[in-house]
């Protein structure tokens, strides 16, 4: 499950997992997030906030997770990935060589830092 919160107004995603990831929470993400985008041409940021990755439900949870992703990457500008998990910090590390948006890892105590960095426009 992953609970959610669009911010119109600063063109902001936030993401916090709660439980393992399930495709249809990806559907709902789509469902808010898609129009958003096609108002607006792209997302400012996302946020990630989360103390560890809670993994998938199963395989169709993944493929939808993947599936979001691809069709979502070259319309946000960065992503902030906020927690203190090991996994967590090497994320950004990884999805760079996926996805376009620049990505940053801030410990879970900064999770102002990160929305200001967000916000920036620089």
Do not use: C, Q
């Not at 669009?6 to 709660?18: F, H, I, M, N, S």
């Not at 559907?27 to 990630?48: C, F, Q, S, T, W």
């Not at 410990?107 to 102002?112: L, Q, T, V």
């Amino acid at each position: 499950m992953i609970e959610h919160e669009l911010r119109p107004t600063d063109g902001l995603l936030l993401l916090r997992p709660k439980d393992r990831l399930e495709a249809a929470d990806f559907e709902k993400l789509a469902a808010e997030v898609d129009p958003y985008i096609e108002a607006n041409g792209k997302l400012r940021g996302v946020m990630i906030a989360a103390p560890s990755f809670p993994g998938w439900k199963d395989f169709a949870a993944l493929v939808a997770h993947l599936r979001f992703v691809r069709e979502h990457h070259r319309k946000v500008e960065k992503v902030a990935v906020v927690g203190d998990s090991g996994s967590l910090s090497v994320a950004p590390k990884v999805a760079a060589h996926f996805v376009r948006a620049e990505l940053r890892h801030f410990s879970e105590s900064d999770g102002e830092a990160a929305l200001a960095w967000l916000r920036d426009p620089g």
